[in-house]
């Protein structure tokens, strides 16, 4: 197995690993339930697109293709509810916004799972498989995914420049480390392939998910018994 794939796997349990630790600290939690979602489909999606590039016929790589999108998905649409609760709820989401982003995910799960829709085909490479897609298929996948990531950050930059004290905090950590990770996304993931229909460079994205990691575990753990003086 190829270095950056044996590094996609780490990372993916890195993830989860992180994804449990939210789980644990309090499940009863919304935010802590999305956040395990979010980060359980990091997770699914660094494993996918490893075993993916790594698989020898076609078939291994179609199914690997369909798993990590699936996850891919999971991931950013649980981050943008996240970011509704994180750190602190500051509207209700309305019936018609349910509506659209339950319609979104769905629409976008059938064109992850039919062949041809979205991946259109394989291309064999000694642990570098490449995916191509259908024009359609990406793009509206691309439209998907800046809507739901770019409203993400958008919630967390309000929220970020309209409180102080600890809440800020956490509003900062969290705009950084998926800011950080999102911009990588829409340039090397999304941006590049809507070029060359290509997945190419996009296995180097999921590396980028260590910086929200490390600063979740900082906000859990350094943070832990003095959250409430900061308020």
Not at 33 to 45: E, N
Not at 108 to 130: A, C, K, M
Request: aromatic share 18%; proline share 3%.
């Amino acid at each position: 197995m190829h270095w950056s794939n044996i590094g996609l796997i780490l990372i993916a349990g890195f993830d989860l690993a992180v994804a449990l630790v939210a789980l644990l600290i309090n499940r009863r939690h919304i935010v802590n339930r999305l956040f395990f979602l979010s980060h359980l489909g990091l997770a699914g999606w660094a494993l996918g697109l490893a075993l993916s590039r790594e698989a020898a016929d076609v078939p291994t790589v179609w199914f690997w293709a369909i798993f990590q999108n699936i996850f891919s998905e999971i991931s950013y649409v649980s981050f943008l509810l996240v970011t509704v609760y994180f750190p602190y709820q500051k509207y209700v989401l309305q019936n018609w916004q349910k509506v659209v982003i339950a319609l979104s995910a769905v629409s976008l799960l059938v064109i992850i799972v039919v062949p041809g829709w979205w991946t259109s085909g394989i291309v064999l490479r000694e642990h570098d498989n490449i995916f191509q897609y259908n024009p359609f298929g990406h793009w509206y996948f691309a439209v998907t995914f800046y809507m739901f990531v770019g409203l993400g950050i958008f919630n967390l930059f309000t929220k970020f420049i309209s409180t102080g004290g600890f809440t800020r905090t956490q509003a900062y950590y969290f705009l950084v480390g998926y800011g950080i990770l999102a911009s990588v996304s829409v340039i090397a993931g999304v941006g590049r392939s809507l070029v060359t229909l290509e997945s190419g460079m996009l296995w180097v994205v999921p590396y980028f998910a260590i910086p929200i990691n490390l600063l979740a575990l900082h906000l859990v753990f350094f943070y832990k018994y003095t959250a409430r003086d900061r308020v």
